[in-house]
């Protein structure tokens, strides 16, 4: 199962991609991680250091061709796979693969589509795969999200945060990629708003699979610079994303 995480910037889009990936391996280890944001703050809220990004291999190719310095007997692609090997981050729970940078000046087109070869083949060796996406809906319009069964919009607790939602599923049918279910979780809502948040969502016809209340452990955790993945497990938003990631399983 291959679930994508998207939202806006600012409404916790990482740091329920780092709980949902914690209550995942509670049940098996075979999960790929990629974090496909630019900004790559999920390697800080696993827990985990990376020394190089698929973007730094990117970049080193994209020199060797150009200097004509590929290894010999060794094609483009075979090297590229071997690269994207060497700095796949492996634990003990999920293995971790950050893209990293945007690309630089250049074409890059065959690159990109030999990484797209090489990432849907190193997925079908893991039963879950699970992507923080960039903010906002620009990997829905450069096509970066495809072959996902499952999407998952974050959102804040607002109608204008719903209304974000809204256009990422609208963008979606638009350009025609294919999600099993797209769902909607909404953030840091208050207990007397749930009601109001689930009138919004049936309004705009989103399908609301779950509620996070503010937290003021993990605002700590932040403030901090500490792991989300040491978040005990009976931290009351870790438990309602593992409630979210049982009803995403059973459909």
């Not at 999920?94 to 065959?110: A, F, I």
């Not at 209304?163 to 350009?175: C, M």
């Not at 948040?197 to 500490?226: Q, S, T, V």
């Amino acid at each position: 199962m291959i679930i994508a995480v998207s939202g806006k910037g600012g409404v916790g889009k990482t740091a329920f991609t780092t709980l949902l990936i914690k209550a995942l391996s509670k049940k098996t280890n075979s999960i790929l991680v990629v974090d496909a944001d630019p900004d790559s703050n999920l390697p800080e809220t696993l827990g985990v250091e990376v020394e190089k990004t698929v973007g730094d291999i990117r970049e080193e190719l994209k020199r060797l061709i150009e200097k004509n310095e590929v290894p010999s007997g060794m094609t483009k692609f075979d090297y590229l796979k071997s690269k994207i090997y060497e700095i796949l981050v492996e634990t003990d729970n999920y293995d971790l693969l950050v893209m990293g940078r945007p690309e630089g000046s250049g074409c890059y087109c065959s690159v990109n589509n030999w990484l797209r070869q090489i990432i849907d083949n190193l997925s079908k060796y893991y039963e879950f795969v699970i992507i923080d996406t960039e903010a906002g809906l620009e990997h829905l319009s450069r096509r970066t999200t495809q072959n996902v069964d499952v999407m998952i919009v974050i959102t804040d607790a607002s109608k204008r945060g719903l209304g974000t939602a809204k256009r990422i599923k609208k963008l979606a049918n638009e350009l025609e990629v294919k999600f099993k279910d797209i769902y909607v979780v909404a953030n840091k809502v208050k207990p007397e708003y749930e009601k109001l948040i689930e009138e919004y969502a049936k309004e705009l016809n989103l399908n609301l699979i779950g509620k996070l209340p503010y937290n003021k452990e993990i605002a700590e955790y932040d403030l901090k610079g500490i792991p989300l993945w040491n978040l005990p497990e009976d931290n009351e938003v870790y438990k309602k994303v593992g409630e979210i990631a049982e009803k995403i399983i059973k459909k």
